[in-house]
């Protein structure tokens, strides 16, 4: 079954092609990984953000409040009628993440969106769902950014309290709002820049803590919707701003 509550750290960092086999070499001496990658290949993780007209919930978490809050619907894969997928509440609250979760069919989660039939899924979780029904009628939000991404995931052996993910070609849409198209859209990242991602709810061990330490990676800010967003409002401002232009050269030059 899969886990639907989650409490953690989640410290983020950017590391090179170079960086990334460094530290999955040593993560297999500590860690076993995913087994979505047993065969060494990264596996796919779709998401649907849901916001306000307004863009009301990424605004503020980009403003760095002590609590923020997230809406999203996720498929591992490319999604068809009878792939469960999940919806999903992220919260974090200084600096500790909580994520709820239950999943739905996809038919069913479409058709609760536009009408708000409940799903009859035998494996949805009933008390989560009932939080995201509350969040969802609260700020009347529906789907506005399609995210996804191809991820390694690693376990610790020894403490199963630390959890580590690489993910890159993350790709991102504002139009065709959909699981079940293949996944495509704009780059957030650099070719070879990988996002690390370490998770905990205690200390991290001593041999990542000396990786990144002997690596000289330090701990960046990032959000992978915070980042969209931000590069959709500038490229937004910037194609407003050189429609204004051309229509006042148009104006003096019809003059």
């Not at 069913?108 to 899924?121: D, F, I």
């Not at 020894?158 to 699981?179: G, H, P, V």
Request: glycine fraction near 4%; charged fraction near 30%; hydrophobic fraction near 35%.
């Amino acid at each position: 079954m899969a886990i639907e509550v989650f409490n953690r750290r989640e410290i983020k960092y950017m590391i090179s092609q170079d960086q990334f086999e460094l530290l999955t070499a040593e993560a297999a001496k500590h860690m076993n990984a995913d087994k979505f990658n047993s065969d060494g290949r990264t596996y796919q993780i779709c998401n649907l953000y849901l916001d306000t007209e307004s863009d009301e919930l990424i605004r503020r978490s980009l403003e760095k409040p002590v609590y923020k809050e997230k809406l999203r619907i996720r498929s591992y894969g490319q999604a068809d009628s009878q792939t469960p997928v999940f919806f999903e509440i992220k919260k974090k609250h200084k600096g500790l993440v909580n994520k709820r979760r239950t999943a739905f069919l996809l038919p069913e989660l479409y058709q609760y969106l536009e009408t708000g039939k409940e799903p009859s899924y035998e494996k949805t979780n009933w008390q989560v769902f009932r939080e995201i029904d509350y969040m969802l009628q609260r700020y009347k939000a529906f789907p506005k950014v399609f995210l996804s991404y191809d991820r390694y995931a690693f376990f610790s052996k020894e403490d199963s309290d630390f959890r580590m993910t690489l993910d890159r070609n993350i790709q991102t849409r504002r139009s065709n709002l959909s699981l079940e198209t293949p996944a495509y859209g704009r780059q957030l990242l650099p070719e070879g820049i990988w996002l690390l991602e370490a998770k905990a709810f205690k200390a991290f061990p001593l041999w990542f803590v000396n990786f990144l330490s002997e690596n000289e990676i330090r701990q960046v800010s990032f959000s992978k919707y915070g980042t969209e967003y931000t590069q959709f409002i500038k490229s937004s401002f910037q194609a407003k701003t050189e429609e204004t232009a051309e229509n006042g050269s148009a104006l003096l030059y019809s003059a």
